[in-house]
């Protein structure tokens, strides 16, 4: 008789009752009862359910097999998928034959609720917990729903550079990279001489893959970028990570209103593929992290996003009557606390906010005709606030340089930028939507270093 490598998600369910199988996994509990039987339960990431194996006392080397398949002990499992008389499962293992893979004494993972700030200080362990399996698979259906709306939209997807000689944002926020010996570097003048390194320049970290994803759209028309970006931000909070992936299209020939209904089909379409894809996973989190998820998802992929402007909003703000701790004020950029009022008190839905005054923008964002405020748009949803930011590019030249001199940025480093609107510019415009920051909206969960495997934060590098 064959028998048919199964994954544990498979072998739970009704038509795979009657097949020989083998699983192969890690065993989460043990119970061994009076009968001589012992009841394995088993996992192997496919599914947030353990698949019950049922060990008779009759297997050869019963007794040391089962002291070895302790909790934590990787197993390889072979026996025939039944029908569980138990009411909680559909079906079980009846093994007929057991090998320990690996053994797993004093395993750290008991079967009780370990705390998040416990579990981060053992990340090479939490992805076995039932939380951490449901977060790798959503996340990894938000990635795959993400390149699936591009690919299926016309999209291509684009590589950009992590390595870059510019700072996109402007903002300074930069990991330095060098090949230079940071004990002896060499000098001229006084100062660290960047011509003998590597890239003959001081190079960095990117924090953004837009300006690169510019050059690809002005030939390609639309493009998007998925991949990670850094910020050296020394900010120890539960919203902020030092690593972390963002995922960014560009689109020639588009304007600030055809970029915010994209934004708004985007994310609905995610909402509407993790819901249909990671049901099990979406009921878990509802139940234990946060009892909104499901139905502000649902709620998300049911409403018309409010359009707003910035100035719109601020006279909401101030009309609310509402004691913010961070007060409002036009030229202001809106906090947390801003975005929650209107999109879970005001509007009770999304909201795109647009048109911010220039002073608190990046200097790639088009200025519109007041000459105070730039075509740029935040999506805000319940909870979290911004999910996305974009805006619509600065295609003319002479404003674009005047904009760099402002902000006090040599034009000489962005002269291929410069250049994209020398040579055939077009309107143009995009966004970036933070691939933790959309997952930790998705599941509930509280703090961003929980919906990453391995957290890139201040003072820890570890695993």
């Not at 009841?39 to 599914?47: C, K, R």
């Not at 990787?74 to 029908?83: Q, R």
Request: hydrophobic fraction near 40%; include cysteine.
């Amino acid at each position: 008789m064959s028998v048919e490598l199964m994954a544990v998600g498979e072998a739970l369910r009704a038509e795979s009752i009657g097949t020989s199988v083998r699983i192969q996994g890690w065993v989460r509990t043990k119970r061994t009862s009076k009968a001589g039987v012992t009841f394995l339960e088993v996992n192997d990431g496919s599914s947030l359910q353990n698949l019950q194996a049922v060990v008779p006392e009759t297997l050869a080397n019963y007794e040391d097999l089962v002291l070895r398949a302790s909790t934590g002990a990787s197993v390889n499992l072979e026996g025939e998928v039944v029908a569980s008389p138990a009411t909680e499962q559909v079906t079980e293992l009846r093994v007929l034959c057991l090998d320990v893979v690996g053994d797993a004494p004093d395993y750290p993972l008991a079967k009780k609720r370990h705390s998040f700030e416990y579990l981060r200080t053992i990340a090479h362990l939490r992805p076995r917990t039932n939380t951490f399996g449901a977060m790798a698979r959503v996340r990894n259906e938000v990635s795959r729903a993400i390149h699936a709306y591009f690919q299926d939209n016309g999209y291509l997807y684009v590589q950009t550079p992590i390595i870059t000689g510019s700072d996109a944002e402007g903002a300074g926020q930069m990991f330095q990279v060098t090949s230079l010996d940071l004990e002896r570097p060499p000098l001229h003048e006084g100062r660290i001489d960047f011509s003998e390194d590597l890239f003959g320049r001081a190079t960095h970290l990117t924090v953004s893959g837009q300006l690169e994803a510019e050059i690809m759209a002005t030939a390609l028309t639309r493009v998007y970028t998925f991949g990670p970006t850094f910020r050296a931000e020394n900010s120890n909070t539960a919203r902020h990570l030092a690593e972390f992936w963002m995922v960014e299209p560009e689109i020639s020939f588009c304007d600030l209103t055809m970029l915010a209904d994209v934004a708004e089909d985007f994310l609905k379409s995610i909402c509407d593929s993790v819901l249909r894809n990671c049901p099990e996973d979406m009921q878990f989190f509802n139940d234990r992290i946060e009892r909104t998820v499901l139905s502000t998802l649902q709620h998300i992929i049911e409403s018309d996003f409010v359009r707003l402007s910035y100035t719109e909003a601020i006279e909401l703000l101030r009309a609310s009557g509402r004691m913010f701790e961070f007060p409002v004020a036009w030229g202001a950029d809106l906090q947390a606390e801003h975005e929650r009022f209107l999109t879970e008190e005001h509007f009770k839905r999304p909201v795109i906010l647009t048109d911010y005054p220039a002073s608190i923008k990046a200097f790639y964002m088009r200025l519109n005709d007041d000459g105070k405020t730039v075509a740029a748009l935040d999506v805000l949803v319940p909870r979290i606030g911004e999910i996305i930011g974009g805006s619509q590019r600065e295609e003319r030249l002479d404003v674009l340089e005047r904009r760099l001199g402002n902000q006090g940025l040599d034009p000489e480093s962005y002269w291929w930028y410069l250049d994209l609107r020398r040579y055939g510019t077009v309107p143009h415009a995009g966004f970036g939507l933070g691939l933790e920051r959309v997952v930790q909206f998705i599941t509930g969960m509280q703090n961003i270093r929980d919906v990453i495997p391995f957290p890139r934060t201040p003072r820890n590098v570890e695993f």
